[in-house]
């Protein structure tokens, strides 16, 4: 009924079609992520991550124009302060990020 040449065009097309649909969704996948940053576009984004230990880590994340430092750990996510200025994007964020976490947690001891 068939013969050999047309079921191995068959076989040939269909892989083909699969491999595009496979490709095709994983390039949407890999560039929803930075489309949306590029274009900033979200209401909540981390700006900041310090790992504290395996499991824990410091974050600065930016809630409309609020940045809240969020302290995550294995079992539990702890709003720890806000901050009174958000943190600038640049070469001396790294240092501005540490002064500003200083600047929250005196104020938050009452100092």
Known sequence: MYD??????LSLTIGMIVVLLWGAIWLVRRMRPGMSSVLDTRD??????????????LLVVR????????????ASVSLLCELDEPLS???????NFGEAIRKAVGRWRGG
Do not use: N
Request: proline residues 3%; positive net charge; contains cysteine.
């Open 63 to 74: 809630v409309g124009s609020r940045h809240l430092v969020v302290g995550v750990g294995s």
């Open 89 to 95: 994007l640049g070469a001396a964020a790294d240092r």
């Open 44 to 57: 909540c984004a981390v700006v900041r991550s310090l790992a504290l230990g395996p499991r824990e880590r």
């Open 4 to 9: 050999a040449d047309s079921l191995s065009s």
